[in-house]
């Protein structure tokens, strides 16, 4: 049988409102796939995207698993 293999990346989910942020941080959050609070969105683990979730680190979460 075939195996699929795990997708190397991060899981980030939006879990605060972007409402009150300014405008580079919403459109950080917008640059990861996040529109909604509670959306989640698997993106390459590189450093530019580990730069992007520091820059809003208070609006996501990064979920293990």
């Known amino acids: 049988m075939a195996t699929k293999k795990k997708a190397a990346g991060l899981k980030v989910k939006l879990v605060k409102s972007v409402i ?3 405008k580079s941080q919403i ?13 989640v969105k698997i993106q390459p683990d590189n450093a530019q995207t580990r730069g992007k979730i520091n820059k809003v680190s208070h609006l996501v979460k990064i979920i293990e698993g």
């Open 20 to 22: 009150g942020s300014n």
């Open 27 to 39: 459109a950080t959050v917008e640059a990861l796939g996040l529109h909604k609070v509670g959306d």
